[in-house]
């Protein structure tokens, strides 16, 4: 399972391998490290509670990977492909939110073409409903525009494609009033797709490609990825008996046609976490190129609203702290100004920036778990990876 940038993960942070005799988890060192004996044991432990038959972990700071490694296979046969932080690629879902989306609209924001406090209806104008022509950019990033969760899925099973679908959404009216409360929608993101298509006038995945990944170098990152890299791409679903990968798990991107604003984006744990360090750094690219300032990433990556205690936080696009969950996806550890995203395959990215810390878990729980309650159990791993992580960083 130890991959090509283990050891070079290891140099870089500094941390010497495990004695001679002593085995992950067993006689762990005084002091946490970025090391197999702190992470190892957490991941693992999910394959053999049945809750994934692999995943990919990475964990950096804005200039360098301090841990990577690749844990089981890509599917539950020993005979499949082993998992590669550098190389096998995952159905990203709700990553999608922020890797995408989030990050086109704060382009848009800064050429001035879209206003976060502007009425969405400026933008798509069938919503100047009454009921909907007030709600603005800002409340569908922040999930406080009171539409629900999503279209149900048996209504959503019998929309026949995606115009009808979108026109579906567009017809959403609130449940509660705008700006009262956290619902998180995938509508929300939906929406946020379809003004980026309209401002920049292409489609969502033609203009993140040009302007966000092949900008920051992540080639292994895209909508819709071609039928000849899915022997690398983690499945999520299983049809006639045969694992599916490289279509997309969530029902309304599928109906979009793979590309939408609340999914479809497919990646590797090593381009997720180079778009970690990016945010990290504030804009700017490996080589110092600026692409957003750094200022509009505080800005979005700022704990924007203010609910009672215990309900979930959010940032501009992004999941804060606290999440709201029992067992929280961001531990306990990381600091108030973390912000991060998960997604239901089972991907997740957390970045706590007072620690200059990231940590990327991709997953692919949605693949016929072996566990009773593996979104629970997963929700443990997570937890527990962004504790030790947080820990190696205090050196404690």
Do not use: C
Request: aromatic share 6%.
């Amino acid at each position: 399972m130890v991959v090509g940038l283990l050891l070079l993960a290891l140099q870089r942070a500094g941390s010497p391998a495990a004695p001679p005799g002593q085995r992950p988890g067993v006689n762990p060192p005084e002091r946490a490290s970025f090391s197999g004996a702190s992470f190892d044991p957490l991941v693992e432990d999910g394959i053999r509670r049945g809750v994934y038959p692999g995943a990919a972990l990475v964990v950096g700071r804005r200039d360098t990977i301090l841990y990577a490694q690749g844990y089981g296979h890509l599917t539950w046969s020993a005979s499949s492909p082993a998992v590669d932080p550098d190389s096998s690629m995952y159905d990203l879902a709700s990553l999608t939110k922020v890797v995408a989306t989030t990050t086109s609209l704060m382009l848009l924001v800064e050429r001035g073409q879209v206003h976060l406090d502007e009425p969405v209806s400026t933008y798509i104008t069938e919503l100047k409903r009454p009921e909907t022509a007030a709600i603005t950019v800002r409340q569908l990033l922040t999930h406080t525009s009171g539409l629900r969760a999503d279209i149900p899925d048996p209504e959503l099973k019998a929309i026949p494609d995606s115009a009808t679908l979108m026109a579906r959404v567009l017809r959403e009216t609130p449940r509660v009033a705008p700006g009262t409360r956290v619902i998180y929608s995938d509508l929300n993101a939906i929406l946020l797709g379809d003004v980026v298509r309209r401002v920049a006038g292409e489609p969502l995945d033609a203009f993140v490609a040009r302007a966000v990944f092949v900008t920051l170098g992540l080639h292994q990152t895209m909508f819709r990825p071609p039928s000849r890299l899915r022997t690398r791409i983690a499945p999520t679903g299983v049809w006639h008996g045969h694992p599916v990968a490289g279509v997309v798990n969530d029902g309304s991107a599928f109906k979009l046609r793979g590309v939408s604003g609340n999914a479809g984006v497919f990646s590797t744990a090593a381009d997720v976490a180079r778009f970690a360090q990016f945010v990290l750094r504030g804009g700017t690219d490996s080589d110092g190129r600026r692409l957003l300032r750094e200022e509009t990433v505080r800005l979005f990556t700022s704990k924007a609203t203010a609910f009672p205690a215990g309900t979930e936080a959010r940032a501009l696009g992004w999941q804060a702290v606290p999440t709201g969950e029992t067992v929280s996806s961001a531990g306990t550890l990381f600091g108030p100004r973390s912000f991060g995203h998960t997604g239901w395959t089972g991907t997740s990215l957390w970045i706590d920036p007072d620690r200059d810390l990231f940590v990327v878990l991709l997953t692919n729980r949605a693949y016929v778990p072996r566990a009773r309650r593996p979104f629970t159990l997963l929700k443990h791993v997570r937890s527990g990876v962004a504790d030790a992580a947080a820990r190696a960083s205090d050196g404690r």
